[in-house]
């Protein structure tokens, strides 16, 4: 069920339901049917707001034009699209049947245009504060760990790299836990280098949980002299 994959339970079931139909089913069915261009654009400027306060509160010491360029990084049409494909939306979109042969349920901007109508309808049925925490859910992979994270070293890379050159194989990760609640969850993870040596380490996202076990890993094999 939709609901269940964005973990949000909609009191109005009808405004979820408004936000999956796009204007070429509606106009195939008489135009009776409310669809989603007009949440759409409630959508996209509630999506503005949230996303620029999380980024205000973020980073306090970071200049006005730099919070820009990562505001229109995350509410790209590639992100929304992405994110959209993530939660399955694009199978539960009601489509007219020109629109569907075309190949709209595959195109980018309408699956962006549809979770911004989704963001609306979410904002409609619950308020900002529900909205808010909807988005740092959906988000949770894509904040922006810190401004100068596009110059930090790729740890597993690295990692990798040396174990290639040193024992001629790769490490292993593995999960161990994801605990806490959706929008605020810490992932653990094991990392097993060929020696045996294991290193665990946590994150925010499973992609930092393991570069910072990578980062570890690097760290133990230059104290021993391997590195």
Request: charged share 30%; with cysteine.
């Amino acid at each position: 069920m939709f609901q269940h994959r964005i973990h949000y339970p909609f009191r109005e079931v009808k405004l979820l339901d408004q936000a999956l139909t796009h204007s070429s089913w509606a106009n195939e069915h008489g135009g009776k049917w409310p669809h989603n261009e007009r949440l759409e654009f409630l959508g996209d400027a509630v999506l503005e707001l949230c996303v620029t306060q999380e980024l205000f509160e973020r980073f306090p010491h970071v200049r006005e034009g730099e919070l820009t360029r990562m505001r229109s990084r995350l509410v790209s049409q590639p992100a929304l699209s992405g994110l959209a494909r993530e939660i399955g939306l694009e199978t539960c979109l009601r489509l007219g049947k020109g629109e569907e042969s075309q190949g709209g349920r595959d195109r980018a901007s309408l699956l962006a245009d549809a979770m911004e109508a989704v963001i609306g309808a979410v904002f409609l049925d619950g308020g900002f504060e529900a909205v808010r925490t909807f988005l740092r859910a959906l988000f949770a992979e894509r904040w922006p760990a810190d401004v100068e994270r596009k110059k930090e070293k790729d740890y597993k890379s690295h990692l990798q790299e040396l174990t290639q050159r040193l024992y001629r194989e790769r490490p292993g990760y593995a999960l161990l836990e994801a605990a806490g609640p959706e929008h605020a969850k810490v992932f653990a993870v094991l990392l097993t280098l060929p020696t045996g040596e294991t290193v665990t380490a946590q994150g925010p996202s499973l992609k930092r949980a393991e570069q910072a076990a990578a980062k570890a890993a690097i760290a133990r094999l230059e104290q021993d002299g391997t590195g």
